[in-house]
């Protein structure tokens, strides 16, 4: 039993109106391993880097149980690289480079090991690479999870749109509902993208928390205030880490199940802001992270 991570492993350059990194260590599937191995100890990576890819990170993840036998290191090629820059607001943002480098022609190989998985996080990446790993797999896991965003949406809908027909979990932000679904309202948007394939759908709203989706059911998570956002990099990611690392702990997929991993997820997002990139992440203790949730609860708690 396991949780099967894929996703980029990168490198990012980050701008925010708090100050600005050169290259530093970034990808989807980073923040999800880390997020997700807070709460659980089976985690398998599948991810390409370049010769350029630091092998110290490496070594914290596998200090951290993740295991890394299905991270490729292709030889004399260069990891792919992100940079992007805040606006004031710090919720939107703008991509400044995309160099897909390894990710252009990434293969997906899944080692034997990692088989009979019984969840799956798709972080973000191709969708074509996404769809490739389910179809891998010889047993189809009990949760399958993809994130996406709007630059495939941009150059690879046909096979975004294949790929979520295959996953029961979509966890995107609102902008990115809102593009997908072509409707500005987020309820009208989850239903639309509900009948493009995933049963549950969570959109991410940044400072004002995240909603989650299945059929006639919603529940709403706000997102703790905070005095300093540095750097919302990776906040999606660490959210999908944290939500499918509880959930694979439990291993109860209910929709009230689910409610819970929303809360631990957000939790772990509202950390992930706090230092540029993952820096936060990973100074955190189990104490920290227990006593964050315990601040979600009396946040929301009504009194009643
Ligand atoms: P988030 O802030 O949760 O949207 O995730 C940011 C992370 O996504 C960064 O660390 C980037 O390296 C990674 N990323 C950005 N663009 C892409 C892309 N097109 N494909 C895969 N990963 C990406």
């Known amino acids: 039993m396991s949780l099967l991570v894929i996703g980029s492993v990168a490198f990012d350059a980050i701008e925010t109106p708090f100050g600005k990194t050169d290259k530093i260590i970034g990808g989807a599937a980073s923040y999800i391993s880390i997020a997700s191995s807070f709460f659980y100890n089976s985690i398998n990576l599948v991810a390409v880097v370049g010769d350029d890819f630091p092998q110290v990170f490496i070594d914290e993840l596998n200090n951290r149980g993740v295991n890394t036998n299905g991270l490729q290191i292709k030889q004399g090629e260069k990891s792919f690289f ?26 997906p190989l899944i080692p034997q090991s990692y088989q009979n998985c019984e969840f799956l996080m798709l972080g973000n990446l191709l969708p074509s690479v996404q769809s490739t790993v389910i179809e891998r797999l010889q047993n189809r896991p009990k949760l399958i999870a993809m994130d996406t965003m709007n630059f495939w949406m941009d150059i690879a809908m046909d096979d975004l749109r294949k790929t979520m027909g295959m996953v029961d979990l979509l966890i995107i932000n609102d902008e990115e509902a809102r593009q997908l679904s072509g409707e500005y309202s987020l309820l009208k948007a989850s239903r639309i993208i509900r009948n493009m394939g995933p049963k549950y759908l969570v959109i991410k709203k940044g400072e004002h928390g995240a909603l989650l989706f299945h059929e006639n059911d919603l529940f709403f998570c706000p997102a703790l205030p905070l005095e300093d956002v540095f750097d919302p990099t990776g906040a999606g990611d660490t959210f999908a880490g944290g939500f499918m690392g509880y959930l694979a702990k439990s291993g109860d997929i209910s929709f009230k199940n689910m409610k819970k991993a929303v809360v631990y997820g957000s939790a772990m997002a509202s950390f992930c802001v706090e230092k540029f990139g993952t820096e936060r992440l990973l100074e955190l203790t189990e104490e920290d992270v227990n006593a964050r949730v315990k601040l979600f609860l009396t946040l929301s708690d009504m009194g009643f």
């Open 82 to 107: 992100w940079s992007g820059k805040y606006h004031n607001d710090m919720n939107s943002r703008d991509t400044l480079v995309t160099e897909l480098n390894v990710l252009g022609t990434f293969d």
